[in-house]
């Protein structure tokens, strides 16, 4: 169970020199590119409005926790930030994500059948309804995140439960990529991830860390993309 998890922790990180392949760069510079553009602007709006939210989520009458309450809020501002940006870029990447995803897989297997070979407008239909079923799914544990990161003493434990929420919704957008291009929907995807708890685990862990380091985050994307497929590889060669 550990090595399952650490082996899939550590493949976020070893799929960045992979992204250098030449027969994958086609395939990677459109999600880098949208990750560039959309983190640069996450970065400058996170700074810009930080205060702002630090002054609505701490209430005067509580200034005396500051030296607790300030870093665990900071986290959760960033990882909410954060995770929102993932959202969102993930979204507009969806179909770019789903062709790198299985190029890789052709690469690993040899030549396999895949939803790859579909037309780009039915592939673009297929993975933005992908997207929107899992950004319902998402929305029903958001709401209640952030019900309980305004409430007063409660949302102390608001940045630890941000963690757990990041780690395993991370797991599940980019396990969605090579599950999907076997024409199976998200349905399968949650199933998998539960079945497969310490792979979701270490890829989520993995993916949470990768996001949060400067520069090297921008490789987040595409890099999920092949480590999501590794696992997904591991999972059906079992």
Request: glycine fraction near 2%.
């Given at each position: 169970m550990v090595s399952t998890f650490s082996k899939n922790f550590f493949n976020v990180f070893t799929s960045i020199p992979t992204l250098m392949k030449p027969e994958l760069r086609a395939y990677v510079i459109a999600p880098l590119f949208i990750n560039i553009v959309l983190f640069s602007l996450t970065i400058y709006y996170a700074f810009t409005e930080f205060s702002n939210?630090?002054?609505?989520?701490?209430?005067?009458?509580?200034?005396?926790?500051?030296?607790?309450?300030?870093?665990?809020f900071s986290i959760t501002i960033l990882i909410v930030?954060?995770?929102?940006?993932?959202?969102?870029?993930?979204?507009?990447?969806a179909p770019f994500n789903s062709l790198l995803s299985a190029k890789y897989e052709r690469l690993i297997r040899g030549d396999i059948?895949?939803?790859?070979?579909?037309?780009?407008?039915?592939?673009?239909?297929?993975?933005v309804a992908a997207e929107v079923k899992k950004l319902i799914y998402i929305l029903l544990w958001l709401i209640p995140l952030l019900i309980i990161t305004f409430i007063p003493v409660i949302n102390l434990i608001s940045p630890f439960l941000w963690i757990v929420f990041a780690i395993w919704m991370l797991s599940l957008e980019y396990?969605?990529?090579?599950?999907?291009?076997?024409?199976?929907?998200?349905?399968?995807?949650?199933?998998?991830?539960?079945?497969?708890?310490?792979?979701t685990l270490g890829l989520g862990s993995g993916l949470f860390i990768l996001t949060t380091i400067p520069?090297?985050?921008?490789?987040?994307?595409p890099a999920g993309v092949i480590a999501a497929t590794k696992a997904y590889i591991d999972i059906t060669d079992q």
């Open positions: 939210w630090m002054d609505s989520l701490l209430p005067s009458w509580l200034d005396w926790l500051n030296w607790l309450i300030i870093p665990l930030v954060f995770y929102t940006f993932t959202i969102v870029a993930n979204l507009i990447a059948t895949t939803e790859s070979n579909e037309k780009l407008m039915q592939l673009i239909s297929r993975t396990l969605d990529y090579p599950i999907g291009n076997h024409n199976q929907l998200f349905p399968v995807v949650k199933k998998t991830a539960h079945e497969q708890k310490m792979m520069f090297i985050n921008f490789l987040a994307i």
